[in-house]
């Protein structure tokens, strides 16, 4: 798996106390979907609250390609933040 902005092979590793995969070029992370779900265990967070608002937001198409290789990202938001996410694997 490759980080989509530096082309750097992502590591596993903690991110924001959670498991998922990390660059060590420019610090970004990315959390497969199976991750994203694990959250609500230890933060108050509603994975599927967090699906549906990014399903009804309407798609910025990047020029980035997901990390799992499965497509182009979007750019969505979410409580004041911005993040790529793939529509296809559900990685952020």
């Given at each position: 798996?490759?980080?989509?902005?530096?082309?750097?092979?992502?590591?596993?590793?903690l991110?924001?106390?959670?498991?998922?995969?990390?660059?060590?070029?420019?610090?970004?992370?990315?959390?497969?979907?199976?991750?994203?779900?694990?959250?609500?265990?230890?933060?108050?967070?509603?994975?599927m609250?967090?699906?549906?608002?990014?399903?009804?937001?309407?798609?910025?198409?990047?020029?980035?390609?997901?990390?799992?290789?499965?497509?182009?990202?979007?750019?969505?938001?979410?409580?004041?933040?911005?993040?790529?996410?793939?529509?296809?694997?559900?990685?952020?």
């Amino acid at each position: 798996m490759q980080c989509y902005q530096c082309n750097v092979k992502l590591e596993y590793d903690l991110t924001e106390i959670h498991t998922g995969y990390g660059c060590s070029e420019c610090h970004g992370a990315w959390l497969p979907a199976k991750f994203l779900k694990a959250i609500v265990t230890v933060k108050e967070f509603d994975y599927m609250a967090f699906v549906g608002q990014v399903q009804s937001q309407v798609k910025e198409t990047t020029e980035l390609t997901c990390s799992s290789g499965c497509g182009q990202l979007h750019r969505h938001f979410f409580e004041n933040s911005h993040f790529s996410y793939c529509h296809s694997c559900f990685g952020a």
